[in-house]
């Protein structure tokens, strides 16, 4: 005589299943690969929409966007003294203490004129502008990275570039200050 346990797990044993296991691994894959695909796309809304935007909403420091001018010091054709003239056209974009941008530059630190289109990345803190840039054609080498004080009641950007020498792959610095267009 079988006990009634015994009955109900030989009758577990011979129902088959409604779904196959081919068809179990199938919908499990598809769902984990769905659950991935919105995990990633709630982590991008919130660094690439929501976290730019609470930091814009809770930052208190200078508003440094909009179009720049920069201006350099070039040795005069006769090699007495120097000039000064204007070097780069500059777009600024602030979100929080991220800056992007990009720079045109029209006339290179040895004097050539030029009109090279670099793209802008970085941060300002503490009126401390710190930025990485890189030529839009990447057909051509341009890198570097520079490093401005905010001045003059928050009209003048005034530090360093260091860079790359294209030609000679020298590593070079040289001092601009950038005026805010009016």
Known sequence: MRSPIQIRLEANCKMEPSISVISSIFIGVI?????????WATVELFKNTILPWYQSVIYRGQEIAGEWEG???FEKRDAKGVEEKKCSIIHLEQKGNNISGNLILIRQPQGQETNKRYNLN?????????LTYEIEDKTRFGLGTC???????????????????????????????WLRKE
């Open 71 to 73: 201006y350099d010091f």
């Open 31 to 39: 769902s984990g690969v769905i659950t991935s695909a919105l995990i």
């Open 122 to 130: 970085g941060f300002f803190y503490d009126d401390s502008l710190v």
């Open 147 to 177: 490093v401005f004080r905010l001045v003059n009641d928050g009209q003048k950007l005034e530090g360093y570039w260091t860079a790359i020498n294209a030609n000679s792959l020298n590593v070079f610095s040289n001092s601009e200050y």
